[in-house]
C-alpha cells in the first residue's frame, strides 16, 4: 500500500519561497504520475503540478507557471514542489496524490493514492 506525507507548508509573507515534500512509502515510485493539488476555503480543488517518474516530464498549471517548480528524487522517493514569488491566493491545502503511469504526464488524472495535506498560508 503506498503511503503519501506531505511537509513543508507554514505561514510565508508574500514574494517568499517555501518547498513541500510528498514522501512515499510502502511501495518506489518507480512508473508513477506524482501531482500536487489544492484546495483554498471555498473554492474547487486545483491541480498545480505533476510530475512523472519514468520520464520526467512536468505539468504546470497557469497559475503556477514560472513560479513553482516539480522534481522527483528517485534516492528518497520524495516529489519535492519548490515554490517560488509566493501570492496570498496560493494559500490553500496542499495535497500530492499519486497514480501508476507509464506515460507523460497530463493534467486531469484520476489519482488512487493521497496524502492528509499541509497548509500554505501567504500573508503579510
Known amino acids: 500500500q503506498l503511503q503519501l506525507v506531505e511537509s513543508g507548508g507554514g505561514l510565508v509573507q508574500p514574494g517568499g519561497s517555501l518547498r513541500l515534500s510528498c514522501a512515499a512509502s510502502?511501495?518506489?515510485?518507480?512508473?508513477?504520475?506524482i501531482g500536487w493539488f489544492r484546495q483554498a476555503p471555498g473554492k474547487e480543488r486545483e491541480q498545480v503540478s505533476c510530475?512523472?517518474?519514468?520520464?520526467?516530464?512536468?505539468y504546470y498549471a497557469d497559475s503556477v507557471k514560472g513560479r513553482f517548480t516539480i522534481t522527483f528524487d528517485n534516492a528518497k522517493n520524495t516529489v519535492f514542489l519548490q515554490m517560488n514569488s509566493l501570492k496570498p491566493e496560493d494559500t490553500a491545502v496542499y495535497y500530492c496524490?499519486?497514480?501508476?503511469?507509464?506515460?507523460?504526464?497530463?493534467?486531469?488524472?484520476?489519482?488512487?493514492?493521497w496524502g492528509q495535506g499541509t497548509q500554505v498560508t501567504v500573508s503579510s
Open positions: 510502502g511501495r518506489t515510485l518507480d512508473y508513477y504520475a
Open positions: 496524490a499519486a497514480t501508476k503511469w507509464w506515460g507523460m504526464v497530463v493534467p486531469g488524472l484520476e489519482y488512487d493514492s
Open positions: 510530475i512523472s517518474s519514468r520520464d520526467g516530464s512536468t
